[in-house]
């Protein structure tokens, strides 16, 4: 009796196509990483700026609170460049209507900007309104 018998098993041409197609594979997917790095590098800066913000336009919030200070236009300091990333910020105020004052004079509305720069960086301008409070009534702020 003559029997074959196939052992079962991959050739050597099955495993250096199956080896082929794992380093294309790999090569496409390694490739995409730096890209990755790259945004995941961007949105931290995003994230660090925009926090920053937030507590700067927190702490204006806090300050307005009080009428006097909001009718001064006193605004605190701008946010430190070491929390920014290395950005540069400047804060502006204006008063977008200008026909709503007081008898007067004071706004009734606030516009306060915080606007970041940096070299090689975009620019973030981060906005917020801010209304006049309004006194006790029948005291010195009515």
Do not use: H
């Not at 926090?51 to 009080?66: C, D, I, L, P, Q």
């Not at 006097?68 to 300091?77: E, I, N, Q, R």
């Not at 990333?85 to 706004?107: E, F, I, K, R």
């Amino acid at each position: 009796m003559n029997r074959t018998t196939r052992e079962a098993g991959l050739t050597l041409i099955e495993v250096l196509i199956a080896l082929a197609i794992f380093t294309v594979l790999s090569i496409a997917v390694l490739g995409v990483l730096p890209t990755l790095f790259k945004v995941n590098r961007s949105n931290q800066n995003d994230q660090a700026v925009t926090v920053a913000a937030k507590a700067f336009m927190e702490s204006v919030r806090t300050g307005y609170s009080a009428q006097s200070t909001f009718d001064a236009g006193t605004l605190p300091a701008a946010p430190d460049t070491s929390l920014m990333g290395g950005l540069t910020c400047t804060t502006s105020q204006t008063n977008p209507v200008p026909t709503w004052v007081t008898a007067t004079g004071s706004p009734m509305l606030r516009r306060v900007t915080l606007s970041c720069t940096g070299s090689g960086q975009p620019t973030y301008a981060f906005t917020l309104d801010f209304g006049r409070p309004v006194g006790t009534p029948g005291g010195a702020g009515s």
